[in-house]
T-cell receptor, first 114, second 118 residues
Framework: KQEVTQIPAALSVPEGENLVLNCSFT??????LQWFRQDPGKGLTSLLL?????REQTSGRLNASLDKSSGRSTLYIAASQPGDSATYLC?????????????FGKGTRLSVIA | NAGVMQNPRHLVRRRGQEARLRCSPM?????VYWYRQLPEEGLKFMVY????????ESGMPKERFSAEFPKEGPSILRIQQVVRGDSAAYFC????????????????FGQGTRLTVV
């Protein structure tokens, strides 16, 4: 059974810092991995989607890497801003089919202090 | 292209009543997923549907819960005889038909329906 773990559960940093959020999964047979952002009381916004054959994806100040064999992904946020404060969720899709339910971690709650 | 639309955003029901949650997927999307998020918990998969078909309902409780995605209209998640433990945020996600690109597997989420059972 696939399990996804995110460390740390919460993180508080001063504005301007570069930071790394970690995600690990127990079954390396995944089709893709997706990072989301969730603001309090809101829905999920897709940030980055990485196919299993890819090593990383970038969007603006965000960079996500994937090491499928070791079951790990990291989300790197450069020059953090107070507007980055949110919960960041990692989710994986099983290998056997692309259109399958996602398995989520519990998230990392990020606070960026001005 | 409007995103995934869920309504209502907030729903209050008394114990024993029925809750009906609606989800309209993004235009062109034929796959719909329902997830539940309990306080301090991650999102848990409930059910996966395509038009007129339930593909996977392994995450949905056998009693009181049902889901449908008719040929016309939104997907409906129905909870009968609600109990306090059903209080949670319910999210719907959609993705396009499986094509030749892995991007076809990207899931887009709605704003959720927050159900409170009193």
């Amino acid at each position: 059974k696939q399990e996804v773990t995110q460390i740390p559960a919460a993180l508080s940093v001063p504005e301007g810092e570069n930071l790394v959020l970690n995600c690990s999964f127990t079954d390396s047979a995944i089709y893709n991995l997706q990072w989301f952002r969730q603001d309090p009381g809101k829905g999920l916004t897709s940030l980055l989607l990485i196919q299993s054959s890819q090593r990383e994806q970038t969007s603006g100040r965000l960079n996500a890497s994937l090491d499928k064999s070791s079951g790990r992904s990291t989300l790197y946020i450069a020059a953090s801003q107070p507007g980055d404060s949110a919960t960041y969720l990692c989710a994986v899709s099983p290998y056997y089919s692309g259109n399958t339910p996602l398995v989520f971690g519990k998230g990392t709650r990020l606070s960026v202090i001005a | 292209n409007a995103g995934v639309m869920q309504n209502p955003r907030h729903l209050v029901r008394r114990r024993g009543q029925e809750a009906r949650l609606r989800c309209s997927p993004m235009k062109g999307h034929s796959h719909v997923y329902w997830y539940r998020q309990l306080p301090e918990e991650g999102l848990k998969f409930m059910v996966y549907l395509q038009k007129e078909n339930i593909i996977d309902e392994s995450g949905m409780p056998k009693e009181r819960f049902s889901a449908e995605f008719p040929k016309e209209g939104p997907s409906i998640l129905r909870i009968q005889q609600v109990v306090r433990g059903d209080s949670a945020a319910y999210f719907c996600a959609s993705s396009p038909p499986k094509g030749g690109s892995f991007r076809d597997t990207e899931a887009f989420f709605g704003q959720g329906t927050r159900l409170t059972v009193v």
